[in-house]
C-alpha cells in the first residue's frame, strides 16, 4: 500500500515500509457501522499518532495541487490527539444515500517528532442508507396519537360522587337523558295538577256563586213584601 509522506520541504509517494525512522506507516483503513447519516473508518500507524479524516461528496486524486486545510475535501473531522496507533473517527449529519469520499489522516505524536507533516491513507468510498420511512398514521390515529376509537366498557363517573363499573359513555348519557326528561315530565304534569286543581276550585266557588244568588233574590223579595204591607196598613190605619 503506497502512501503520501508530506516531509518538510518536498511531498514523496512512498510504501510504508520503505524509509528511516521517523516516517511512519498508516494502513489497513476500514469503513464500517454505515447508516443514513452517519459512518465510522478506522485504521492502524506504525508508531502512536493523531487521529483525523478528510471527507466529501467529491473524489480528490491529485493531492500534490490541493494542499489547502482540507486537501481538497469539503468537510474535515475533529482532531483527536491521543498516543495512540489504532485508530477511529465517526462521521455524523450525513446526507442519505449520498457517496462519500473519505481519507484517514494522521500527524506523528509530537512527543516523538515535533514539526511533523500529515501523512494521508488511501482514498476510500462509501453511500450511506435510504433513510427510514416515516410511520404512517391510521385512520383512527390521529396527529396527536390519540385514538379516537371509543373504548366498548370504561369506567366513568356517574355524576353522585360514585362510580359506574361496565357502563359505557353513550348508555350512561342516555340513562341520564331519560332521567332529565321524566323529571321535566313530572314537572310538566305537577303543574297541570296545580292548573286542574285551581280550575277546579274555580268552578266550585262558580257553583256556590250560583247557589247563592236565588237566596239572596228570596230576601230582598220578602224585605220588599214586609215594607209593602207596612205601607198598606199604614193607610188602612188613616182611612
Known amino acids: 500500500m503506497f502512501l503520501f509522506l508530506f516531509l518538510p520541504g518536498r511531498k514523496v509517494l512512498a510504501n510504508m515500509d520503505i524509509g528511516p525512522l521517523p516516517y511512519m506507516g498508516l494502513h489497513t483503513e476500514q469503513i464500517s457501522e454505515i447508516t443514513e447519516n452517519s459512518a465510522k473508518i478506522i485504521w492502524f500507524t506504525s508508531h502512536k499518532a493523531t487521529s ?39 462521521l455524523i449529519n450525513l446526507k442519505p444515500e449520498t457517496v462519500y469520499f473519505i481519507r484517514a489522516l494522521s500527524y506523528p505524536s509530537p512527543k516523538q517528532w515535533k514539526k511533523t507533516n500529515p501523512i494521508l491513507g488511501q482514498e476510500m468510498s462509501f453511500k450511506t442508507k435510504k433513510a427510514a420511512p416515516k410511520p404512517i398514521l391510521s385512520e383512527n390515529q390521529p396527529k396527536t396519537g390519540h385514538s379516537t376509537k371509543k373504548p366498548a366498557k370504561k369506567i366513568v363517573a356517574d355524576g353522585k360522587g360514585g362510580l359506574v363499573l361496565n357502563t359505557s359513555f353513550d348508555d350512561t348519557l342516555d340513562d341520564e337523558l331519560s332521567k332529565n326528561k321524566a323529571t321535566a315530565t313530572d314537572k310538566i304534569g305537577g303543574n297541570q295538577g296545580i292548573l286542574n286543581s285551581t280550575d277546579k276550585n274555580s268552578g266550585e266557588n262558580n257553583q256556590e256563586a250560583d247557589t247563592v244568588k236565588p237566596e239572596v233574590y228570596y230576601f230582598f223579595g220578602i224585605v220588599i213584601l214586609a215594607f209593602g204591607l207596612y205601607f198598606l196598613r199604614r193607610y188602612q190605619q188613616k182611612v
Open 52 to 90: 483525523q479524516a478528510v471527507y466529501g461528496t467529491d473524489s480528490i486524486k491529485n493531492l500534490l495541487v490541493n494542499l489547502d486545510k482540507n486537501f481538497g475535501y469539503t468537510s474535515i473531522s475533529s482532531q483527536i490527539d491521543g498516543d495512540l496507533t489504532y485508530h477511529e473517527i465517526n
